[in-house]
């Protein structure tokens, strides 16, 4: 349970850092939070030959709005964005999912960047992030771009990153007005990672359903987003058994991996349940603010 | 295996020694600084046995590198009361019986130790939220979520005094 050696690198500034993993590229490993890659490297399942250390690049901690959209920065801890009041009131759906990573001191220094390039299946961050449309800013020595969610999660702990890249900034689309969020998550203990979680956005005009996204995390290798579902059940009136007819719809849509102690059919009807409850909570929000 | 010099902020006083990088503070805390109240568990950040205080917020050393932790303050166990002169977490945890091996204890109590003042007057269900991070195989959690209860009540009335 120890890590194999490695060299350190703590660079002051950004560009610096950019400069380390040019030069040292599948040599080297970004290092922010270490809540998944320090296990990983003392279960020497991970054993980089050189570490650059990000924490000191606190330029990288910002939250901030940027025109129509939210932008968090890539060293922003689970806990900062937990408790921010910019994404309390601009993207509520990130706080819930926030804090519920993990546990107290993970969440004190696990960053979002982190959890992103990890992408493990079933967590928090890339579940709100497909569930959204976040854009990832990254960055590498040549230059930077912008990848939607949805082409920077390749596969299960695969992500579109270079060898030599990393993600500077996430941004998501700012709440609309009357928008309400919610997120449930199952597990069989307190801080482990969901076997599905559910993420919903909801918006009523009228009385009737003008907008819905949803996001289920668990059920493949990368976070799925029902949108195909979600656009099924538009323009009606969100009451008992519309909730329960796009729980049920969701169900058939996911096909998740039959496990010898996860049966498919079990994620199956845990995303019928999960998508029932978020929406139920979805409405019960939506008559509160209306 | 190339060793550097790394200088840590540890309970108020600077600590010397030589360590290769590897070296996680968990180690770098017993055995090069020779303070044994930080104890070491799962090595993979899941018992919070070896949770210490990182400018201030809690942290599992098995999940840091020594030489990362170069300029933060660091403060374990032994920094938080004294054998004669218990902290009022450690004295709940005593008079509760939120304690038989000992072995996750000071874990618990520098958790703790920020929680409460993240949360000065917390509910039994935040206290149970917060010590889900901490893994016990001897008591049931029962005594020990009586004891962090106490010791708020008592932390509070001794601040409005």
Known sequence: MKPAAFTYHRPASVDEALDLLARHGGDAKPIAGGQSLVPMMNMRLASPAHLVDLNDLSELGRIRLQGERLEVGALARHRDVAESALVREHCPLLVQAARTIGHYAIRERGTLGGSLAHADPAAQHPLVAMTLGAQLTLARRSGRRVVDAGDFLLSAMTTALAPDEMVLAVSYPRAAAGEVSAFRMFNQRHGDFAIVAVAATLALAGGRVASLRLGVGGVAPVPQRLDAVASGFLGQAPGADWIAAVARAAREAVSPEDHPRVPAAYRKELTETLVARALARCVEKSEATA | ?161
């Open chain 2, 1 to 161: 295996m190339s060793t550097q010099r790394i200088t840590l902020t540890v309970n108020g006083g600077n600590i010397e020694f030589d360590a290769p990088p590897r070296k996680l503070l968990s180690d770098a805390l017993r055995e090069d600084c020779g303070l044994t109240g930080t104890h070491v568990g799962c090595e993979h950040g899941v018992c919070g046995a070896c949770t210490v205080l990182v400018d201030g917020r809690p942290q599992r050393a098995c999940l840091s590198f020594a030489v990362q932790l170069e300029g933060h303050e660091i403060e374990t166990v032994e920094a938080t009361g004294t054998p004669q002169q218990l902290s009022p977490l450690q004295q709940a945890l005593h008079e509760c019986h939120g304690l038989q091996c000992g072995f996750c204890t000071p874990g618990i109590v520098m958790t703790f130790e920020a929680f409460l003042k993240d949360n000065p007057d917390p509910s039994e269900a935040q206290v149970r939220e917060a010590l889900t991070g901490n893994l016990c195989r001897c008591t049931g959690y029962q005594n020990i979520v009586d004891a962090i209860l106490l010791a708020a009540r008592r932390l509070r009335e001794g601040a409005s005094q």
